[in-house]
């Protein structure tokens, strides 16, 4: 993927729309397109690193509620 500080992260959250500081200087172009945010959360998914899991909840409940989050 890429060495520590290459960007990986910054380009993850760049693309949802998830980075709140700095700007983008350039265009999103998606397989010759440019990137529309409707589309792009129809065709893409984000799923962070780090799981927050809780205790009290069983292995497959725990999987059903981060499938029900990923549901539009």
């Not at 760049?14 to 440019?34: A, H, M, N, W």
Request: net charge positive.
């Amino acid at each position: 993927m890429g060495v520590t500080g290459a960007g990986k992260t910054t380009l993850m959250d760049v693309l949802p729309k998830r980075k709140t500081d700095g700007y983008i200087e350039r265009s999103i172009i998606i397989s010759g397109y440019p990137k529309k945010q409707e589309t792009f959360k129809q065709i893409a998914g984000y799923c962070e690193r780090t799981d927050i899991h809780s205790p009290c909840v069983t292995v497959y409940e725990s999987m059903q509620n981060s499938a029900w989050l990923q549901l539009p």
